[in-house]
């Protein structure tokens, strides 16, 4: 998949599905570099912030190169001494079925084959750690507090509701459909969940489910949510700010009107980048590998098929179409 000029709201025209007659699978002699044969590839709302895009000045990068992103892959030749060929890896490749993978040193080795695959894209990829470092380290979270979760039954969001409740938090989400509400609360385990979309004074909602306050937000969307949620905190709170999904396609962002509680309420918000945090990753994998093993967390994806099913599958993450983390099968190993 090959990413074209991007104006406006993502939309899958932006994108062109491109078929070539061959590969080829050989690397200059001396070469440390793997050629990886994708197996599934991530959907996420960054992938976004790498298509090129039309500004006043001209265009900012150049058309119809291969995106990239997360995906699960499989070392299919290797001029590394790390790799051998046969070796399950997950970290940044492109959309598309082989990838020439200049730096090996970028790729996580996959240990848990007894799981999905498909769970490195997620829970055990890029999104599980952002949920992880985003909540224990940014949110400091203590046993009894309100926690608040927006997108909540996407990729993150789910995981962050799950380890608020393994830490003896109140949790409560929002998610854009009856269908993510339900599952929020019957399969996540929240506490209180709503659909926002139905929701006509956000501040009125939140008082509703917390009577007392917010002690942590964790920011998913921006733009109105937030404004609510700044009304709502406790003294004290915290807020990581993790995304701002709802800002993302928009020319120009809207302003957040209700900044002046983080004074009054002596808040703390802290943006952070999942990138900084790698060094927790085997430490994050082996704790949630666990959870997942002994049934004490779940996860739930939305899996589409094909290559040429991509550019749907980003389009309707800023719908939210995808009901859990958005994932692309490319090949089944
Ligand atoms: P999700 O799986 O949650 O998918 C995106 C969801 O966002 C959609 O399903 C939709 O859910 C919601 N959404 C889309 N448009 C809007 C809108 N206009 N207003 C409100 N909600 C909207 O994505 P991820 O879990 O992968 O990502 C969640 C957030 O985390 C994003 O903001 C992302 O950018 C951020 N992120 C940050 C990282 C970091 O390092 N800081 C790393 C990874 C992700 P719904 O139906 O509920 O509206």
């Not at 299919?76 to 490749?93: A, E, M, P």
């Not at 269908?179 to 969940?193: I, R």
Request: net charge negative; glycine share 10%; aromatic share 10%.
């Amino acid at each position: 998949v090959q990413k074209c000029y991007l104006s406006g709201p993502v939309k899958e025209s932006d994108m062109e599905v491109v078929m070539s007659d061959t590969v080829e699978l050989a690397l200059p002699a001396g070469s440390t570099a793997v050629i990886v044969q994708n197996l599934c590839i991530s959907i996420d709302p960054w992938n976004l912030t790498l298509m090129a895009k039309k500004d006043a000045s001209g265009l900012t990068s150049a058309p119809l190169t291969v995106l990239t992103g997360y995906g699960v892959a499989k070392v299919v030749v290797s001029g590394h001494n790390d790799f051998k060929v046969g070796d399950l890896v997950w970290g940044i490749t492109g959309w598309e079925e082989y990838s020439l993978i200049s730096d090996p040193n970028s790729l996580f080795k996959i240990n848990h084959t007894d799981l999905p695959l498909s769970y490195y894209t997620g829970i055990l990829g890029m999104p599980g750690l952002t949920a992880y470092a985003g909540f224990y380290e940014i949110c400091a979270p203590k046993k009894g507090e309100f926690v608040f979760v927006s997108a909540a039954s996407g990729a993150v969001g789910q995981l962050v509701g799950q380890f608020a409740k393994l830490t003896g938090c109140y949790v409560v989400g929002s998610a854009g459909s009856d269908e993510k509400v339900t599952l929020l609360k019957e399969k996540f385990g929240f506490d209180d969940a709503f659909n926002y979309k139905k929701e006509q004074d956000l501040n009125a909602t939140l008082k509703r489910c917390f009577p007392e306050g917010i002690d942590i937000y964790f920011e998913n969307v921006g733009g109105a949510m937030l404004d609510a949620v700044l009304l709502n905190m406790r003294n004290y709170g915290r807020i990581a700010t993790c995304g701002m999904v709802s800002q993302y396609n928009l020319e120009k962002p809207e302003g957040v009107h209700n900044l002046i509680n983080i004074l009054w309420k002596r808040l703390r918000m802290e943006g952070f980048v999942v990138l900084d945090h790698y060094s927790k990753y085997r430490k994050f994998e082996e704790m949630v590998v666990q959870h997942l093993k002994s049934g004490k967390i779940t996860y739930v994806e939305d899996i589409a098929e094909g290559l040429e099913s991509a550019p749907t599958a980003l389009v309707g993450l800023f719908k939210g179409k995808n009901v859990g983390k958005q994932l692309v099968v490319i090949a089944r190993e």
